[in-house]
């Protein structure tokens, strides 16, 4: 296989959007979205969309291209992604992806895994425990069940938390059990560039990041949303602790601080996540874009 799918790994806020359009730029060729945050149109601030700049310095593909009220699964967006590779890859064996859901990217690489039908009611029955309750009565209860998948999806997504416990529950086998197959066949070699850097910086970087994001409008952006939070595409870490603040559940403040918690675990969840990936080479954020390009030459 001649063709190159370079995909930018790392935790939130650590810099994959600067280093993708680097790479692009010198490799003259385009960029894939795997962020199933940034694919609504709705949703700019609280997503941290690429700017304008970014988004005119190499050309993006998936970025605020649907709206929330689509239905889009990720089984969806592997058939689009893979429709777009095949063109992209006509015109230059190389093309770049970056994002930070690990459902969407390995659905591009390794093919989606397939899952048991269970009854409509068990997910019927959680989603009321979750309305009832909250949702880290859900999450332990995942933990219990099934300590891999608690380890590795986003428990701060309902939507996701709720996919795997219906799986557990009505499967008779845990979620993770379905994940072990083997990877579809593609017609390209992926090559796996991840950043690191020192749990600290990441955490500052997101609280910051957080702060921005409320300075720039994230407020009034969500209250837009408010009357549709139970749509799927909203249930996301930065909305969903600003429309319990406007059901009068909590304070802004206390939202704010929720907001930066939760990205906080998302991150330490996707640095966990991505350590199990031995294909991955790891360089420091602060490594020099040419250091890197020479890696990924090696490979082409």
């Not at 003259?28 to 149109?41: A, G, H, V």
């Not at 702060?211 to 939070?229: F, P, R, S, V, Y």
């Amino acid at each position: 296989m001649n063709n190159y799918l370079i995909t930018v790994i790392g935790a939130t806020a650590i810099g994959k959007t600067a280093l993708s359009i680097k790479l692009a730029q010198h490799f003259n060729t385009e960029i894939i979205s795997s962020d199933s945050r940034q694919f609504y149109k709705e949703m700019n601030i609280g997503t941290a969309v690429p700017s304008l700049e970014e988004l005119n310095s190499a050309t993006h593909h998936f970025i605020q291209n649907r709206s929330i009220f689509d239905a889009y699964s990720v089984g969806q967006f592997e058939k689009d992604a893979l429709q777009k590779l095949n063109e992209l890859f006509a015109k230059n064996n190389v093309v770049v992806m970056v994002g930070g859901s690990g459902l969407y990217t390995n659905a591009v690489i390794n093919g989606l895994d397939y899952f048991p039908e269970v009854k409509p009611a068990i997910r019927e029955n959680l989603n009321q425990q979750l309305k009832n309750e909250d949702i880290e009565a859900l999450q332990h209860k995942l933990k219990e069940l099934d300590l891999e998948s608690y380890n590795s999806i986003e428990i701060e997504n309902p939507h996701r938390l709720i996919r795997a416990l219906e799986i557990c529950i009505g499967a008779g086998k845990t979620y993770s059990a379905y994940k072990n197959k083997p990877k579809a066949i593609r017609n390209f070699t992926p090559i796996k560039i991840g950043l690191t850097a020192d749990r600290e910086f990441i955490y500052n970087r997101i609280n910051k990041r957080v702060d921005i994001m409320i300075e720039e409008g994230l407020l009034e952006e969500a209250k837009k949303l408010h009357e549709h939070q139970n749509l799927n595409a909203l249930q996301t870490v930065g909305y969903r602790e600003l429309f319990q603040y406007f059901d009068g559940n909590c304070t802004l403040e206390f939202a704010i601080e929720e907001i930066k918690k939760n990205t906080r675990r998302f991150a330490k969840r996707q640095v966990t996540w991505n350590k199990k990936d031995t294909a991955i080479h790891w360089f420091n954020f602060e490594t020099d874009t040419s250091t890197i390009i020479k890696k990924i030459e090696t490979f082409i």
